[in-house]
């Protein structure tokens, strides 16, 4: 595996000076600045259990105890039916999620961690054997790589070969994040989902802000502005995307608190699918889905994202995105959806009157026109 002064810093980062800084303050900061998550600054890399799914926090108990002290994460980005998949946790750490899915995942499913910083790799590493004997395993299910999540081709990650990327409040560290968008795309598979929590802003921040070390540490600095990150998931190949989670973000820091004055920051967890059939608006064609029970551990309803709660055998008008992230995906066996795009009926109504029927992803009500059949795009 690359080690941090490996020859993969210059293919991730190039010979640019600032770049190279970048990760050396990162590595600094969650390699030995930081030994607990009681370290932290704010609570932008802070996820109590409590905002855990039931069928994620009933593995907790299952994690050694160093893995979760040394946990730093913003949300819980382990989406339902992972069962026999592949699942690639980008910036895993210690591996606390990375291990979290190695359970979902079953034994006959695989779990690879990649970081770029050599200790927390190497406690990760150290409780393979260990965590598989908690699962009940003949043999670990998990891979770790000392990486960069910029270039996983160096790590050997091929093509349309991962079923689900996870990620929690890692991105924001990347000195490129259009290329790790683009390598995101890039090694899922057709179908595959993208799931992840990490922090954004509501305005792209100033040079300095970006530049501070502690705020980078504390994954402030490097928050993507939510409008830009729109745009840039459209460049890499994603057209649509879904918010699923969406929180504030306090910074109780004095110090930091006056830096950063009165930009807003939260935490939110988003959903994309590699799907070559999403267009870059929500287009109405008249379709209906229904969530027929059967995802484990969500037998009443199933939420989609924030707009779209689906009640068990209850029809819901949605828009041609929709039909297909639910008819071309994993979750398939798990929804019946009526209808083609044979038919056009222009902008699925999102979020009300007068909206554009833009596929942001932003929180809102999709609401498509009742019907005796089927009630609007929303049911929450």
């Given at each position: 595996m690359p080690s941090?002064?490996?020859s993969s810093d210059n293919i991730c980062c190039g010979q640019d000076p600032a770049t190279t800084t970048h990760l050396?303050?990162?590595r600094e900061y969650y390699g030995h600045t930081l030994q607990s998550s009681s370290d932290l600054q704010t609570n932008a890399c802070c996820c109590g259990v409590d905002s855990l799914p039931p069928y994620v926090?009933?593995?907790?108990?299952?994690?050694a105890?160093?893995?979760?002290?040394?946990?730093?994460?913003?949300?819980s980005p382990l989406p339902p039916l992972l069962e026999g998949l592949t699942v690639l946790d980008l910036g895993c750490g210690t591996g606390r999620d990375c291990y979290l899915a190695a359970k979902l995942v079953g034994e006959h499913g695989l779990s690879i961690g990649v970081d770029m910083t050599s200790e927390q790799i190497a406690v990760a590493r150290s409780y393979e054997a260990e965590q598989a004997t908690r699962f009940g395993y003949s043999r670990p299910n998990t891979r770790f790589l000392q990486g960069y999540i910029e270039d996983l081709a160096s790590l050997g990650i091929e093509d349309n070969s991962v079923d689900v990327i996870i990620s929690n409040c890692v991105i924001n560290?990347?000195?490129?994040k259009e290329r790790a968008f683009a390598e995101v795309y890039r090694v899922l598979k057709p179908g595959g989902e993208l799931y992840f929590s990490d922090i954004f802003a509501d305005r792209r921040l100033p040079t300095c802000l970006q530049a501070d070390p502690l705020l980078r540490g504390e994954c402030l600095g490097g928050a993507l502005y939510t409008e830009d990150f729109r745009r840039l998931l459209a460049r890499v190949g994603f057209a649509d995307f879904r918010s699923t989670a969406n929180s504030v973000v306090s910074v109780d820091n004095p110090e930091l608190a006056e830096k950063v004055g009165g930009i807003g920051f939260n935490s939110r967890t988003v959903r994309a699918f590699k799907l070559a059939s999403l267009e870059d608006r929500c287009e109405d064609y008249g379709q209906v889905a229904w969530y027929l029970g059967s995802i484990p551990?969500?037998?009443?309803?199933?939420?989609?994202?924030d707009h779209h709660c689906f009640a068990s055998?209850?029809?819901l008008l949605v828009c041609g995105n929709t039909a297909a992230m639910l008819s071309e995906t994993r979750f398939a066996p798990h929804f019946r959806v009526e209808g083609s795009r044979a038919v056009h009926f222009g902008l699925f109504a999102c979020g009300g009157s007068g909206s554009t029927g833009k596929a942001s992803g932003n929180a809102g009500t999709c609401a498509g026109t009742n019907s005796d059949d089927a009630d609007g795009g929303s049911c929450c």
């Open positions: 941090s002064s490996s050396e303050q990162i926090r009933a593995v907790l108990p299952l994690i105890d160093e893995i979760l002290e040394r946990f730093y994460g913003c949300g560290l990347s000195p490129d551990g969500f037998p009443h309803s199933f939420d989609l994202d055998n209850k029809p």
